[in-house]
């Protein structure tokens, strides 16, 4: 296994966890609230249409289109995709953006499906739901509720597309897509036995963190991509992503530094972004 | 033929998000940054040290861009 073939399965590991714990916390809220049945099946629907998706557009992209226009076209999107992560990631490091809250979500997916606010906490009370007219809570695992499937279909599906987009552009790109495609998938199982486990969403998950090490990680393929189809010679090949992980690192390091001394900082989200990378 | 409408129209917004969505800099940045690929092709010594600040410079600016928003 080459050292690029390493960093791929970094960045689809790491993409695919940070969407799935965003789902993750949706589909939670979804299955307290209408039924885990319900939520279930409707993670499992999601989770096949896009699995068709990487099938039914992946596999013709790498075998059809010749190498050096696919690295062109889907170099340029890893670009883009990879330094939107990085621009929020270092904002919110630097404590311009608000944080990727999974605590306020699940609070106000649960209110809104269950028609109760939730506490402080977050948690729903056992009832409330069914007092507020809602149609069903935790209590009710063998029925099944259109609601439910849908916000958990809508959450696994939304959430998954970005994944869905880094598989294809990278496994396509570098003829390692049954690769991306298992990466992909053990990620999202491994955060949702981990979800199930802990029988809520994931909000200790250093989420912004993870987006940044990803961001860097697509830039430098796009970066790489872009530069062979283009007909660009790296020094060492394929170990030039590396030295692009570190340049665009040490980069995304300097810039969130220097956002943290020249912005104002808001001071309830600098406590919460934790240090520097 | 509605349906199909509303199928392309989502489509199209799907890309225009994924593609420019708030940091339209980016989506011209990489368009730069293409160019200057194909530009540089033949001189892959300038190319390694100039495609990387490229990609630095837009970041950065769109990074400047966003605090002035937020």
Redesign the interface.
């Known amino acids: 296994m080459t050292s690029s073939t390493v960093v791929l399965a970094l960045a689809v590991f790491g993409a695919s966890a940070v969407e799935m714990v965003e789902a993750l916390t949706i589909v939670t809220a979804a299955a307290v609230t209408r039924g885990w049945r319900s939520a279930i099946e409707g993670s499992l629907a999601a989770a096949l249409v896009l699995a068709t998706l990487v099938i039914a557009v992946g596999v013709p992209l790498a075998r059809l289109v010749p190498i050096d226009i696919l690295r062109?076209v889907i170099g340029?999107l890893l670009?883009?995709?990879g330094?939107?992560w990085?621009?929020k990631a270092?904002?919110r490091a630097?404590g311009?953006?608000e944080l990727h809250d999974e605590e306020a979500i699940y609070a106000r997916t649960v209110a809104e499906l269950s028609g109760v606010a939730p506490d402080s906490s977050g948690a729903i009370v056992p009832g409330g739901a069914a007092q507020a007219g809602g149609q069903a809570g935790p209590w009710r695992h063998g029925s099944r509720n259109a609601t439910g499937f849908t916000v958990a279909f809508k959450g696994v599906f939304l959430e998954g597309?970005e994944v869905v987009?880094i598989v294809i552009t990278l496994g396509a790109s570098s003829g390692h897509l049954a690769l991306a495609s298992c990466t992909a998938a053990a990620a999202a199982v491994i955060v949702s036995i981990v979800g199930y486990l802990v029988a809520r969403q994931l909000s200790e998950v250093p989420e912004n963190w993870m987006k940044l090490a990803v961001g860097v990680m697509l830039?430098s393929f796009?970066?790489f991509w872009?530069?062979e189809?283009?007909?660009?010679?790296?020094?060492g090949s394929d170990l030039?992503i590396l030295v692009?992980v570190a340049?665009?690192a040490v980069?995304?390091a300097l810039?969130s530094l220097a956002?943290r001394r020249i912005?104002p900082v808001r001071q309830a989200v600098a406590l919460r972004s934790g240090p520097l990378p | 033929m509605t349906a199909v409408v509303r199928a392309l129209g989502a489509f199209g917004r799907f890309w225009r998000d994924f593609l420019i969505g708030d940091a339209p800099e980016l989506f011209v940045g990489t368009l730069v940054f293409v160019g200057a690929a194909f530009t540089l092709r033949h001189h892959s010594d300038l190319a390694v040290v100039v495609l990387p600040l490229v990609v630095i410079v837009f970041l950065g600016g769109s990074i400047l861009r966003g605090r002035a928003k937020a």
């Open positions: 062109v340029a670009l883009v995709l330094l939107d990085l621009r270092v904002l630097s311009h953006k597309m987009l830039t796009g970066v872009v530069g189809g283009a007909g660009v010679h790296w020094p030039m692009l340049v665009f980069a995304a810039l956002m912005g």
